[in-house]
Structure formats: structure tokens, C-alpha cells
């Protein structure tokens, strides 16, 4: 069901939520949060509802969505009310603020927040500067951002590690957690070597192979080399380095990744590339600060610029390790050979006729003497 309110207030709002309540049924001891969504009004202002949507459904809350309109405009606040079928699991209001009113969108969230409830800030595209200083953004215990969404996600992703503080995540860090889960059951795997190098490649204005990168910087505490893919989306191959031969991570096509380390069979895996609606719905599981994103991002700075390795250097240290064991077993052939001359000669060896012969000669010497 969809209520429109055109030119209202947030206590007219607030007065139709508790009429709707009551002939609903709905009560608000059933919502766990409120998720408070910054937008400007547009297409990408559906997009989000239907990921919020969707998210509802495994964290009931309620949602407000503040889509900024034309700043030009007279002030003015046209709100919209979604429960049932059009709000998941949750319920829905849209505020749609024009004029002046738009730069003042948390006097308009405040009366609308739940009571006794967390508050969640998400910005699915444009984010401020320093979201723990937004005025939406000191509302909440939790600050959601995406720096793949906006015009230069590199950039925005610098001015993430610049203005982070407890509460600040980003779903370009939430996009990584299948990689993460790959490749750590992959050094779980024989033989159990230390990582010594690692090269992560992806396209140039990808922000999570950026994370992935400082992720790796981080947790192995080994050098790590952020190359530009020639092909494919997002992070396309992760390589491992190590003694024995290297683990590699491959994704061409955004969907099924292969997993190639020495001793084990190579393996197919699914990697989907993640929708922004479970990312959303795995971030609002957790409302406490994330120190991994905070260690992943500070690292991704001291990642260096590098090229991905070409299969004749994947080849290397298996051609490497081969060639000292060739260089090996022809050292140690002319060794047996040369083994024979010096076992006892057989003319050294005692003769067993020796003895024989002498008796012969005493026999002889007495039949002469006799």
C-alpha cells in the first residue's frame, strides 16, 4: 500500500504512521533499526528503496529515504508512505525535500526515527566529505557509503581513509567477502608455506581491489603489487606467491573464478559479483565498528603500482625448482659412475688358488730331492 502526502509535515506524517498502525496491525516493537537512505530524487532513489526493500527482509526496520530535490525550488516536503507488499518487511517513507528544506534533512529524520532503536546512515551514491560529520551521519552508529557509486571511486575512496572514524564502512570493502573466504580455505590447504609476495589485478577505478590489495599488505605483513587488468570487471586475478609454487585466483568473466596452487587440483569456484542488496543486508548485521575495513583501508595507501604476471612468470619457480633437481640427478651420474673404479680391483681380491699352487711346488721339490 502507498500513501502520498503531498506538502505536508513530519507530524502529519507522523500522524498517519500511527492511523496506518492501527489498521494494520504493524507495531514498532517489531523493527530492529532505522535505516535512514541520502539521495537526490530520481531513478537511483527506486534503486535504493528496492535494496533497502530487500535488505528488510532479513533486518526488519524502518526506512526513511531523504530525496533531495531541486534546490532552486520552493520549500517544500512531499512525503510518501509504502507498508506491506511495497515495503519488504518494513515500512517505508519517502521524503522528498525541496528548496532550503533539503539542506536541513535531519530536522525532518528526527521525528520519524524510532524510539530506543539503532540508526544506520546509508549514502548509495554521492557521500559528504566526512560522513561521521554529517548532520544524518552524527545521527547514526553506523555509516554506510559506496565509493564504486561515485564519479571517481578511487578518489572517494582516498577521502575514506582520510576522514574514517568508528562507525564508517563502505560496500566496496563488503564486495570482498567471498574473495576473502577463497582465498583463506586456500592457505588452509598443504603444503603450508609462508606467502612471500602477493599481486592483485583489477580495473583501474575499482575501490575493492584497492581494499583487497591492503587487505592482503595487512594480514600476510608481505609486499603486495596493485596491477591494472587488460579485461574484465572489477577484480579479475589474485596471485600468492610462495616457495613451492603460486596460488592463483582468477576471475575473467565476473561470475566463475578458478583456483590454481601447487599439490591441489585445480579448482572451479562460483564468484558472483555481489548485488548491492546483499552487501547491504551482510552490512546491517553487524552495528559495531569494523576494525578489518579500518586496517584494509590505512594499508591500501602503502600498496605499490605494479604490472600482473604474465604466465611465463607463473611458470618460473616451477621451471626453477625443476632445474635444480635436473642439474642434481646429472651431478650425481658421472658420482656412480665414477664409483666403480673405485671398488677393489679383482686382482686384488685373495686368490683362493694361491695355496693350491704352493703344495704343487713343495710336492714337486721333494720328489727332486728324493
Known amino acids: 500500500m502507498i500513501i502520498d502526502l503531498p506538502s505536508t509535515t513530519t507530524s502529519q506524517v507522523n500522524s498517519k504512521l500511527v492511523e496506518v498502525r492501527e489498521q494494520g496491525g504493524a507495531v514498532a516493537l517489531g523493527r530492529v533499526l532505522t535505516l535512514v537512505i541520502v539521495t537526490d ?32 525550488a520552493a520549500a517544500r516536503l512531499d512525503a510518501q508512505i509504502r507498508v506491506g507488499g511495497d515495503a519488504g518487511a518494513s515500512e517505508v517513507i519517502v521524503l522528498r525535500l525541496y ?140 596471485y600468492l606467491e610462495r616457495r613451492s609454487g603460486p596460488v592463483e585466483l582468477v576471475r575473467p568473466d565476473g561470475k566463475t573464478g578458478t583456483l590454481t596452487q601447487a599439490g591441489q587440483p585445480e579448482r572451479r569456484i562460483a564468484l558472483q559479483r555481489r548485488t548491492v542488496r546483499d552487501c547491504l543486508s551482510e552490512e546491517l548485521r553487524r552495528l559495531d565498528p569494523d576494525e578489518i575495513y579500518e586496517a584494509a583501508l590505512k594499508a591500501a595507501a602503502k600498496v605499490v603500482k605494479g604490472r600482473a604476471p604474465s604466465a611465463k612468470s607463473a611458470a618460473k619457480p616451477a621451471a626453477a625448482k625443476a632445474a635444480p ?38 710336492k714337486v721339490t721333494a720328489k727332486a730331492d728324493s
Open 99 to 238: 528548496g532550503p528544506l533539503a539542506e536541513q534533512a535531519a530536522s525532518c529524520t528526527v521525528p520519524l526515527l524510532l524510539p530506543d532503536a539503532p540508526v544506520v546512515a546509508w549514502w548509495p551514491s554521492e557521500a559528504p566529505e566526512v560522513p561521521a560529520e554529517d548532520p544524518i551521519g552524527q545521527l547514526a552508529a553506523r555509516r554506510i557509503t559506496d565509493s564504486a557509486a561515485e564519479k571517481n571511486p578511487i578518489k572517494a575512496l582516498d577521502q575514506r581513509r582520510k576522514s574514517y572514524a568508528e562507525g564508517d564502512t563502505d560496500l566496496a570493502w563488503t564486495r570482498l567477502t567471498n574473495w576473502r573466504a577463497q582465498l583463506a580455505s586456500a592457505l588452509d590447504l598443504p603444503p603450508f608455506e609462508k606467502i612471500t609476495s602477493a599481486t592483485v589485478v583489477g580495473e583501474s577505478d575499482s575501490p575493492s581491489t584497492e581494499l583487497l590489495a591492503g587487505w592482503l599488505a595487512w594480514s600476510l605483513k608481505i609486499p603486495v603489487t596493485r596491477a591494472k587488468a587488460t579485461s574484465g570487471e572489477g577484480i579479475v586475478q589474485v
Open 325 to 362: 633437481k635436473a642439474a642434481a640427478s646429472k651431478a650425481a651420474a658421472p658420482k656412480a659412475k665414477a664409483k666403480a673404479p673405485a671398488d677393489k680391483p679383482a686382482a686384488d681380491k685373495p686368490d683362493t688358488a694361491k695355496p693350491a699352487r704352493k703344495a704343487a711346488a713343495k
Open 41 to 72: 530524487d530520481g531513478t537511483k532513489t527506486e534503486e535504493a528503496i528496492a535494496a533497502a526493500n530487500e535488505a528488510s527482509r532479513e533486518h526488519p526496520c524502518r526506512v526513511i529515504v531523504l530525496a533531495k530535490g531541486a534546490r532552486k
